[in-house]
């Protein structure tokens, strides 16, 4: 029990980071939007396949993992 909440507390602290990060920096809100918007205009809607495709996401989630 205790490694299910210490596993769920991690991911949800990530999560608010991530979105803070993405608050505070409205540049890279957009890009990211931008983005996905992009992706889902071309392939319908966004499914595992197209996660490779998402290179700004990935560099976000990263990064913003990076201080956490």
Same mark, same amino acid.
């Given at each position: +029990?205790? +490694?299910?909440?210490?596993?769920?507390?991690?991911?949800? $602290?990530? +999560?608010?980071?991530?979105?803070?990060?993405?608050?505070?920096? !409205?540049?890279?809100?957009?890009?990211?939007?931008?983005?996905?918007?992009?992706?889902?205009?071309?392939?319908?809607?966004?499914?595992?396949? $197209?996660? $490779?495709?998402?290179?700004?996401? !990935?560099?976000?989630?990263?990064?913003?993992?990076?201080?956490?």
């Amino acid at each position: +029990m205790i +490694m299910l909440l210490a596993g769920y507390d991690t991911t949800s $602290s990530a +999560m608010q980071f991530l979105a803070y990060n993405l608050a505070v920096h !409205k540049e890279c809100q957009e890009k990211l939007r931008q983005e996905i918007k992009d992706t889902v205009d071309k392939y319908v809607s966004l499914v595992f396949s $197209s996660n $490779s495709l998402l290179f700004i996401l !990935k560099r976000v989630v990263v990064k913003s993992t990076e201080f956490c």
